[in-house]
């Protein structure tokens, strides 16, 4: 694993970043999702999207648990 772990879950499909803490997925189906990321000494960040088409997510993640 890269420095920070967000992932995305849906129709069973997890996702964890590169060293630069981005990441690309593709062919997941529309619909809502969970992203989710976390972090040890950070708060973790969990939101309901919606995917259609090219999304992007900026996530910021808060110190402290």
Do not use: H, M
């Amino acid at each position: 694993r890269g420095n920070s772990s967000p992932i995305v879950w849906r129709d069973r499909v997890i996702v964890t970043t590169g060293l630069d803490g981005t990441y690309a997925v593709s062919g997941l189906k529309p619909g809502t999702a969970t992203l989710t990321a976390e972090r040890p000494g950070f708060q973790k960040f969990s939101e309901q999207v919606f995917l259609e088409g090219a999304k992007t997510f900026n996530i910021f993640l808060r110190s402290g648990t």
